[in-house]
């Protein structure tokens, strides 16, 4: 059974950091990506990065926050600096593994001071 777990939120004030971490099981997934979703809002793409390490952002992250992977332990991670207010939301990861994909369960992360 494929799953993907997270780590890492927590409470933070403005301006501060945070590494969430999302350890697959199984094979090596094509994509993995980081989304968020706030209350009453739909959930959004955060950051993605591909097997060869390719990665892309939303414009509201660019700058800020970092996407890497470590194939050997299938696990991808989001560094987060600069925290702001309207980054709070439930944080989930996902991976695309043989044309299906596949989520976690999510992670919260409010950033208040």
């Known amino acids: 059974q494929v799953q993907l777990v997270e780590s890492g939120g927590g409470l933070v004030q403005p301006g501060g950091s945070l590494r969430l971490s999302c350890a697959a099981s199984?094979?090596?997934?094509?994509?993995m990506g980081w989304y968020r979703q706030a209350p009453g809002k739909e959930r959004e793409l955060v950051a993605q990065?591909?097997?060869?390490?390719?990665?892309k952002y939303v414009d509201s992250v660019k700058g800020r926050c970092t996407i890497s992977r470590d194939n050997a332990k299938n696990t991808v991670y989001l560094q987060m600096n600069s925290l702001k207010p309207e980054d709070t939301a439930v944080y989930y990861c996902?991976?695309?593994?043989?044309?299906?994909?596949?989520w976690g369960q999510g992670t919260q992360v409010t950033v208040s001071s």
């Open positions: 990065i591909d097997s060869s390490g390719f990665t």
């Open positions: 199984g094979s090596i997934f094509t994509f």
């Open positions: 996902n991976g695309l593994r043989y044309g299906t994909l596949y």
